[in-house]
């Protein structure tokens, strides 16, 4: 079974701290995304990578960076949390070698509070 | 940017009743997706359909992709109260060889006992 585990369940910071959230996968996935969500507005991506070294920005980056130097870890960094930065944060990878469909696996998600 | 609309935002049955869940989406796609979410979970995928396929089943899951209207539905036949969660779609556009997926906002399923 793939597995996708993030560093923190629950994390409490700052206003000003830097913070970094780690993500890593056991299946060897090509691709790994970073998403929050926030109460009625679903799912909004921030970054993704599709291999080691590489990204994209979503549809949010602003505030955020990422870090891709091996292919099961993908960081998000916070370079300096604000209080509009508390969210839910999911980590998800994904293979076009699947099933083609680009299928996302999903870690548990950590929660953060910004104060 | 999302690209699916899951209707209705929150639905509310009896278990052993069915729940039926649509996503709209405005693009051409190459497949579309549901996933279920559990309270402060991760997401979970459930059923993958192509573009090209009409419909799909997978235990009690039901789903069906009609392209000419841009829209799916997820059935979910007999609820139990274990099927209380979030529904999200997601789909994969066409042209995109990135993986990327676009999702809606989700239907907030409660199943009573």
């Known amino acids: 079974d793939v597995k996708v585990t993030q560093s923190s369940r629950y994390l409490v910071k700052r206003t000003g701290e830097k913070v970094f959230l780690e993500c890593v996968q056991d299946?060897?996935?090509?691709?790994m995304f970073w998403y929050r969500q926030d109460p009625g507005l679903g799912l909004r991506l921030i970054y993704f990578?599709?291999?080691?070294?590489?990204?994209e920005k979503g549809d949010i980056p602003e505030g955020y960076s990422v870090s891709r130097e091996k292919k099961e870890r993908f960081s998000l960094i916070l370079e300096s949390a604000s209080t509009n930065q508390t969210s839910m944060y999911l980590c998800a990878s994904s293979s076009p070698q699947l099933t083609g469909g680009h299928e996302q696996f999903f870690g548990p998600g950590t929660r953060l509070t910004v104060l | 940017s999302q690209q699916g609309e899951e209707d209705p935002q929150a639905l509310s049955i009896q278990e052993g009743e069915n729940a039926t869940m649509n996503c709209s989406y405005k693009t051409s796609i190459n497949n579309l997706q549901w996933y279920r979410q559990n309270s402060g979970r991760g997401l979970v995928h459930l059923i993958l359909i192509r573009s090209n396929e009409r419909e799909k089943h997978s235990g009690r899951l039901r789903v069906t992709l009609d392209t000419s209207k841009k829209s799916s539905s997820l059935l979910i036949t007999a609820s139990r109260a274990a099927d209380t969660a979030s529904y999200f779609c997601?789909?994969?556009?066409?042209?995109?060889?990135?993986?990327?997926?676009?999702f809606g906002r989700g239907t907030q399923l409660t199943v009573w006992p």
């Open positions: 299946m060897d996935h090509e691709n």
């Open positions: 997601a789909t994969g556009r066409r042209g995109s060889t990135l993986g990327r997926l676009y």
């Open positions: 990578s599709y291999d080691v070294k590489m990204k």
